[in-house]
């Protein structure tokens, strides 16, 4: 009996895989109105978006610095074309105001003594 119970298990994991396989994922799709309201938010989409899903900038937090530095940063490695002054300013003014850096450690209750 626990032959047949462990046949039949096996059975349906196969089948679920097949389907799971056989189905195509279901993409959320990146639209501008998706992120926070704000000067700057176009021309940051559609200058994150030529090569990436904005997940990947949604998900990151970090200085306006930094944020400068990583434009830079994919300009210099991935080959994303040169900004224009003035929406570079945007971008980054954008990104720094919407997605600002996450201080770790200093609100961390796990820290507190």
């Not at 997940?55 to 200085?63: L, N, Y």
């Not at 400068?68 to 210099?76: F, H, L, S, V």
């Not at 003035?86 to 201080?103: N, W």
Request: net charge negative; aromatic share 10%.
């Amino acid at each position: 009996m626990a032959f047949v119970r462990a046949g039949l298990i096996l059975a349906a994991a196969l089948a679920a895989g097949w389907w799971f396989a056989a189905t195509p994922a279901t993409a959320t799709e990146d639209e501008p109105e998706n992120l926070p309201e704000g000067p700057g938010r176009e021309e940051t989409f559609y200058s994150c978006t030529a090569c990436h899903g904005m997940a990947i900038v949604t998900q990151q937090g970090m200085s306006r610095a930094r944020w400068d530095d990583t434009i830079d940063y994919m300009m210099a490695r991935h080959g994303m074309p040169e900004l224009d002054p003035a929406d570079r300013k945007l971008v980054v003014e954008y990104l720094s105001v919407h997605f600002p850096s996450r201080q770790r450690g200093a609100t961390n209750p796990f820290l507190k003594r």
